[in-house]
């Protein structure tokens, strides 16, 4: 039997993706877990499948037989290693899509491998929660299957879009977003939690709680990352204090602590003195610490 999507992997993602795909009538999916026969989650994994018109195949061979895209979902851990046992297997006009959320260069890597004339890789990023999104979770996609990928998916009421870039360059935007999505959270903590334990959470949350306002954080950057070039030496000072006093509570302060040292290293480009009295935006801004640290900051 053939099938549109075939899911190597059938977790969390690939059971809501496939879930949201289902609700828009697509019912051509299959999909093949190492786990499925497994006496602890193989029965969830098939019960998961029957749930949402997902056909379970015997093997990762019979898969790549029978489907037109391929969508690998395990770990970015083996990402490469799966990609480089699926590829051999597929023919001229399979797509091998890469949902993992891997390093860019894991995924420049996964594309480089030898497989059949004709059969193209999809870097795909995955930018959102799937559980709260599913199949209309934000995607961006490169590769030189990204085109045949979006045109498929966009079949199933998705948001999907093409990069201009090689595979890897779709997973360097999700790596770069995490930087904030991820981190900002990490800087609430060390904010919060000693402040809790101070006694005075709530008046932090209250001075902090329309730090963005109405502005996005495009726009929040654009007015203000600047100040941090100008001012650099003197907020590292500040940020001094800050390790002290969470370090001197007993709570870690590594997020502070790496604030400091980027600062101190903006510090040594004498920013102050080279922009005057110029008001330069968020990108003017992110070039010249680019031209001038060279992934020091």
Known sequence: ????????????????ISAGLRSEGLDGMAAY????????????IRARARENGVALVS????????????????SPAVCVDVAKKALPLLMAGQVYCDFNSAD???????????????????????????PKGKHRTKMYV???????????????????????????GASAVKM????????????LLEMYVPAEAYGVLDQVVDLTKDTFGTRSVEDFADENL?????????????????????ERMGYDASVSRATCKKLKLLAEQNYKDRIGDARPGLRESVRLVARDTKGEV
């Open 176 to 187: 770069f977003k995490s930087v904030f999505s991820k981190g900002i959270m990490q800087l």
């Open 104 to 130: 860019p260069a894991d995924m420049a890597a996964a594309a480089e491998l030898p497989r059949p004339e004709g059969v193209k890789f999809a870097d795909v990023a995955v930018l959102g929660a799937v």
């Open 59 to 74: 093997s990762l061979e019979e898969l790549c037989r029978s489907a037109d895209f391929l969508v690998s979902m395990n």
């Open 142 to 168: 490169s590769g030189d299957g990204a085109e045949d990928f979006c045109n498929m998916y966009s079949r199933w009421n998705t948001a999907v879009k093409v990069l201009d870039a090689p595979a890897g």
């Open 33 to 44: 877990d190492v786990m499925q026969e497994d006496d602890e989650r193989g029965p969830k």
């Open 1 to 16: 039997m053939k099938y549109l999507i075939g899911f190597i992997g059938f977790g969390e993602a690939a059971y809501h």
């Open 226 to 246: 600047f100040r941090t070039l100008i001012h650099a030496r003197r907020r590292a000072a500040e940020m001094e204090a800050v390790v002290n006093t969470v």
